[in-house]
């Protein structure tokens, strides 16, 4: 058993942890409810501006949903062999299991 005044136990540091962890929370929901929309808006850009970017820049910028509207036509094409069917699912369950 250490007896040192200066330490501390297990459940103390989870305590004092969970504390951090509250107030950090907090101080980041506060922080967002004072911006301003034009502050907001200052800051991040619309996706149709990114998009036209992209295509000066020859870069297609898709969508989740687009990309997965992309893989389930690919599943379903009778052209498809069984190789790509399966890429096509895998690809699919990783898009899915984001929403």
Avoid at 27 to 34: H, I
Avoid at 82 to 95: H, I, N, Q, R, T
């Amino acid at each position: 058993v250490d007896v040192d005044a200066n330490s501390f136990t297990s459940e103390e540091l989870k305590k004092a942890l969970a504390k951090m962890k509250a107030s950090e929370k907090a101080e980041r929901k506060v922080s967002f409810l004072f911006l301003k929309p034009c502050t907001v808006r200052k800051k991040f850009r619309p996706i149709e501006q990114l998009k036209e970017e992209f295509e000066k820049l020859n870069m297609k910028m898709e969508t989740d949903y687009e990309i997965m509207v992309k893989l389930i036509s690919k599943f379903n094409s009778s052209a498809s062999t069984l190789d790509e069917k399966v890429a096509a699912l895998y690809d699919l369950e990783y898009y899915v299991h984001q929403v």
